[in-house]
Each structure stands twice: as C-alpha cells, then as structure tokens.
C-alpha cells in the first residue's frame, strides 16, 4: 500500500529500508516487515532483510553474577521447548534481583536454606506488578497492583525447577 504498486517486483529493498528507516509503520505493524521481505527476496526481487543487532532492548540480567551465571547455564542447557527457557529465565532474572536486594548471602544457589526458601514464597505473596523487574515497558498502567494468582504460581514453579535441574547437576 505505501509503494502504491501491489506486484511483488516493484517491491524493493530500498522501500523495506523506507518503511523501517521512516517508521511508516506504526506499534506491532512495524513488525510486519520482516516476513513480505522475506518472500519477496525468496522470488528475487530484492535483497532479504537484514538481521538488526543493537536496536533490541538489552539482554535482561538478574542481581548478583553468581547467580545469573547459574540461570545462564539452566538456560543454555535446558530441555523446555518453544519460549518456556525464555519465560522461566525471566522469572529466575527476577529472584535474582530479589535476592540482591533481600539475601545477597544467597546469590549462589548451593546457599539456599529452607529459610530462604520461605522468605521467598511469602515474598511473591506479597509482590506487586512492577517490583523487581528490569524493564517496566507494558505495566505502567498495572504497576503496584498485586500480582495475580496464575503470576504468583508461576514464580517458586521456575525456582522448583532450577533446582531441581542445580540437583541433577550435582
């Protein structure tokens, strides 16, 4: 619609490059780019896009480096399928960042006591939208609202799952 010419070989590289390089898209539209560029360049007529690197937010990162070296390894090593690695990494990045502020003594996880281990769950009973996160990006509205269940749930089940991987690991 913006090139005004729907056949595919007036589809060129350098309009792909307008649409990003002017923002012709707007939101989740933006996003729409990268696949018609795809097929165009599958039928030869213009070049594929370009793998941006550095325009993404930064890797999140979650507290002491001990303890982010550990999710890094659960991560790299999991067996999960699909964006759970993701999802759960996520929610390790956020006990680590809980565990710098609260018990820094346990960034290692061979650290955790049992003690730990409930100051945590009766920490994500209290935790609201927003705390110990990195980036707040999509929960201005919802900030300092409580967490809801199915959030709650989700929390100690990512750290049940760490360690029992950590315990597999020996």
Do not use: I
Request: hydrophobic share 35%.
């Amino acid at each position: 619609m913006l090139n005004r010419s729907p056949p595919p070989e007036d589809l060129s590289t350098e309009l792909f490059d307008r649409v990003r390089r002017e923002a012709l898209l707007h939101g989740a539209q933006s996003n729409c780019v990268y696949a018609p560029q795809r097929a165009v360049a599958a039928l030869g007529f213009c070049d594929p896009p370009r793998h941006l690197t550095g325009r993404h937010a930064a890797r999140s990162t979650g507290g002491a480096p001990t303890w982010q070296q550990w999710v890094d390894r659960w991560h790299a090593t999991s067996t999960l399928t699909s964006r759970t690695p993701r999802n759960v990494r996520a929610r390790l990045l956020k006990v680590g960042r809980w565990l710098t502020v609260e018990h820094p003594e346990a960034a290692d996880p061979a650290a955790w006591t049992r003690q730990t281990c409930a100051a945590w769950v009766a920490a994500v009973d209290q935790m609201n939208v927003g705390d110990y996160v990195q980036r707040t990006v999509g929960v201005h509205d919802r900030a300092g609202e409580p967490l809801k269940a199915s959030s709650k749930e989700g929390l100690p089940s990512a750290v049940r799952g760490f360690f029992t991987d950590c315990q597999e690991w020996e």
